[in-house]
């Protein structure tokens, strides 16, 4: 299995920018497709940004696009977040996931799908 670790939340003005990070350990991360959710408390978690595993393919919830970019390097064995244009309905805790997948091009956008999940790291967005 894998261990993940989220850090780089934190406390934002509207309008800055944030890099999350999310480090795993434990088996091969590149046989890994990765995804980035985010919740806050009463609230379903939602789904933000996927990537495959050898980063090939990504996909980004309508509600962010433009705004973040997911990606990932196999040899330092983390998946990264980058938010830009934060705003203060992003004020969340943020998690990253992870699914052992069987082809390279795998990705979801599904809580579900996923099998492994970090303890999440906070954003907060003043206005």
């Known amino acids: 299995q894998v261990q993940l670790a989220e850090s780089g939340g934190g406390l934002v003005q509207a309008g800055g920018s944030l890099r999350l990070s999310c480090a795993a350990s434990g088996r091969r991360f590149s046989d890994y497709a990765m995804g980035w959710f985010r919740q806050v408390p009463g609230k379903e978690r939602e789904f933000l940004a996927c990537?495959?595993?050898?980063?090939?393919?990504?996909r980004y919830a309508d509600s962010v696009k433009g705004r973040i970019t997911i990606s990932r390097d196999n040899a330092k064995n983390t998946v990264y977040l980058q938010m830009n244009s934060l705003k203060p309905e992003d004020t969340a805790l943020y998690y990253c996931a992870a699914k052992e997948a069987r082809y390279s091009g795998d990705y979801s956008y599904m809580v579900q799908w996923y099998d492994y999940w970090g303890q999440g790291t906070q954003v907060t967005v003043s206005s």
């Open positions: 990537i495959s595993r050898n980063a090939g393919n990504t």
